[in-house]
């Protein structure tokens, strides 16, 4: 097996597509071809990933044909699962990555047609969240388990921020679903020995609705206001509380390549990522966010050395030459397929 193909596109927004983009150096370095069918016209974003001068073969938008003969791969993908009739003509192989923790209908509709050879999941708890259903629509179920690599050079470490202020952020899509009703209420509950200092990206009045309006101390900003990088960089920590299970969330690897303390929810992807008391804190209830983002404030030696053991936990487990040996095996079994 020496290329594999692609329906979708890399992109910087979006994380089922960041994802993609950091896999496929990966691939590259073991020695595969990586051909991309877009699902729609590039815009200036996707043309911005100079993805032909990193080597990648980038056929017509929807020319489904052009996988012929080779294995197919696609991140959460809409219009793979609605064109996936055709594009299972054409490919070798169909292997699926579902991002979410929950199926789409059109994802159930095609197991049970047989029409996705192998499921690949980044996590256990999300697969095991699925599988029973999936078994049930059609037994004939084949998954892997992946942990991917991120990429930290995006992301550069912030070992000294400013200590006048305690400074946090917050940062998802613009999904209410996404944000506790406590949330503010953490925020303005946790105590610090000094001012408090907050940034919250990906707000919109739909969620100032349910959570309420951010006091003055909090700057609130629409998704793409501004750059992950400078909530980072203002951020000592990430307080996040959501009321949906994350799978993997980037933020979270994003925060500990930046030296921001994460303060999350105590479930899903979330405890992929975070060694309680080690690399971060994780949260049963709005009392524990408001225990630990106040120890964080008062403790900021001991935030430091948990933000460096993140950083360094995070290389070693979430690295290039670890994700090389995960998808060694990955592409063994699809290759069999």
């Not at 012929?68 to 055709?86: D, Q, T």
């Not at 996590?123 to 078994?135: G, I, K, N, S, Y």
């Not at 925020?187 to 001012?195: F, I, N, R, W």
Request: net charge neutral; charged share 30%.
């Amino acid at each position: 097996m020496d290329r594999i193909c692609v329906i979708g596109y890399p992109s910087r927004l979006g994380g089922a597509d960041t994802e993609l983009d950091h896999q496929i150096p990966v691939w590259q370095s073991l020695g595969l071809q990586v051909h991309l069918i877009p699902t729609g016209e590039l815009d200036a974003n996707l043309r911005a990933m100079r993805m032909e001068e990193r080597g990648c073969v980038i056929h017509e938008p929807r020319r489904w044909q052009a996988c012929r003969g080779m294995p197919v791969i696609s991140y959460c993908n809409g219009e793979f699962l609605a064109n996936l009739e055709a594009i299972r003509e054409a490919a070798r192989s169909t292997t699926f990555v579902n991002c979410m923790t929950w199926l789409f209908d059109a994802e159930k509709e095609a197991h049970r047609r047989g029409l996705i050879d192998l499921f690949l999941y980044q996590t256990d708890h999300a697969r095991l969240r699925v599988q029973d259903e999936l078994v049930a629509i059609n037994p004939r179920f084949r998954w892997l388990k992946v942990r991917p690599y991120f990429r930290l050079d995006d992301f550069p470490f912030h070992a000294d921020r400013p200590e006048d202020r305690f400074r946090f952020g917050r940062i998802s899509r613009e999904d209410p679903a996404k944000f506790h009703a406590a949330q503010l209420w953490v925020y303005e509950t946790m105590v610090a020995p000094v001012l408090k200092s907050g940034i919250i990206l990906g707000i919109n009045d739909e969620i100032r609705n349910k959570i309420g309006r951010e006091p003055e101390w909090i700057q609130g900003f629409p998704a793409g206001g501004l750059t992950a990088q400078a909530l980072y960089a203002h951020a000592a920590c990430i307080i996040q509380m959501s009321e949906t299970e994350e799978n993997l969330p980037r933020v979270g690897f994003e925060a500990m390549a930046s030296g921001s303390l994460l303060i999350v929810d105590d479930r899903g992807g979330w405890r992929e990522q975070v060694r309680h008391r080690e690399t971060g804190f994780l949260c049963r209830d709005q009392r524990e966010f408001v225990y630990y983002a106040s120890r964080a404030a008062f403790e900021p030696a001991e935030r430091r050395r948990m933000a460096h053991a993140a950083r360094e936990w995070l290389e070693t487990h979430w690295g290039f030459e670890q994700a090389k040996r995960e998808w060694s095996r990955a592409f063994e079994l699809i290759a069999g397929l």
